[in-house]
């Protein structure tokens, strides 16, 4: 069983076990994750560094942040830990040639919920992580799997360039989207899908229903539709019932929904906005609520099996949990599995077609 997992060791005891000193590339909310991490394992951290752009006297968590040149003249031999998510080519080729002079890490944190994703994890839920590598469709699937899991083990990033593939040529052959697409956008941002899904369909849909919470990006949203016919624009999250809930609004898409916060935000579920009406295409970016939104579209789903587009890599389980939910649902969908051009496995998803 996990014959296809060859990584035992993980990123965080490689790290532990280093001699070298270790420098932390970048700042922010990654940087106080695997920081958090490095304190309750004892890893001790060497120095903080940024992008060139970034590095105006800084100081970081009581770190002075360097230039990489900087410590390449004070350190001879150092490991690097990334830090930051990286989603465009010209800032993942200068994470690569970072990783080309120097030993670098890519570990692993959820976006949402907590725990570590190890090899001692995935032989927990082996069963399940075994039942989805043999449900996916095609080989490649399963080796864009194997190699996320790898990958979410060890800190690798040439797990991820292994399996990269373009956008396009996953709309163009798994998605394949037509010319009367009923479009339900969970996660709908600034309109970005929408302006995605039409540069394959020439402009052409028979409705679009988006959900975006942030009140922020929501503006823009609407902005972008307005004057769209048959465009359904809802500030509100995705759930699997029509609710209230506490909100937390941050900068870009990281919003969420949390405990803590001190507001609260509509939920609607796709069943209760379609009421019976199909939908061909629903794609799912909901910030660590994917199976809350999955559960609120599950008629639909059963009735209409549509296309679905869902993100994968929020929290730990999501690998496992989000591809059986689907097949549960319906057991003769085709499953996919793709990452795009991100470091770390952001923007691995699941694509279910019938």
């Known amino acids: 069983m996990l014959s296809f997992i060859i990584e035992k060791q993980s990123c965080w005891d ?43 006297g800084h100081s970081f968590e009581g770190y002075r942040v360097h230039k990489l040149s900087e410590i390449e003249e004070m350190v001879s031999d150092f490991v690097v830990v990334l830090a930051f998510a990286a989603g465009y080519q010209e800032i993942v080729d200068k994470i690569y040639s970072i990783a080309s002079k120097h030993t670098l890490y890519v570990p692993d944190v959820p976006v949402a919920g907590d725990g570590l994703f190890t090899y001692e994890y995935c032989l927990e839920n082996a069963e399940k992580i075994e039942q989805v590598y043999n449900s996916l469709y095609d080989d490649y699937s399963r080796k ?16 991820l360039s292994a399996v990269t593939t373009p956008k396009s040529e996953i709309y163009k052959k798994i998605i394949k989207p037509g010319l009367n697409e009923v479009y339900v956008d969970l996660g709908a941002y600034n309109g970005d899908t929408i302006r ?99 559960w609120g579209a599950a008629s639909t789903i059963s009735h209409y099996t549509p296309k679905l587009m869902v993100s994968l890599y929020h929290r730990n389980e999501d690998i496992f949990e989000l591809p059986l939910l689907i097949k549960k649902l319906d057991p003769d969908y085709r499953l996919f599995i793709r990452h795009q051009l991100y470091i770390p496995a952001w923007e691995t998803n699941l694509y279910a077609v019938k």
Not at 16 to 23: D, N
Not at 145 to 159: D, H, R, T
């Open 14 to 56: 490689r790290l532990k076990a280093e001699k070298r000193p270790i420098f932390i590339y970048g700042m922010g909310d990654g940087a106080l994750k695997i920081m958090s991490v490095f304190n309750k394992k004892n890893i001790s951290v060497a120095g903080i560094f940024a992008s060139d752009d970034f590095v105006r």
């Open 144 to 159: 864009v799997y194997a190699n996320i899991l790898n990958f979410k083990i060890s800190g690798k990033i040439e797990y």
């Open 196 to 294: 995605e899904l039409m540069e394959f369909t020439y402009g052409k849909y028979s409705a679009i229903y988006a959900l975006e919470p942030d009140k922020k990006n929501f503006k823009k949203l609407a902005k972008f539709v307005d004057g769209m016919k048959h465009v359904f624009a809802y500030n509100a999250a995705a759930w699997c019932l029509d609710t209230e809930l506490p909100f937390a609004a941050k900068a870009g898409r990281q919003s969420a929904i949390s405990a803590a916060a001190p507001t609260t935000i509509p939920c609607r579920s796709v069943d209760s906005i379609l009421d019976h009406r199909p939908a061909t295409l629903i794609k799912m970016d909901v910030e660590g609520f994917e199976r809350e939104a999955i």
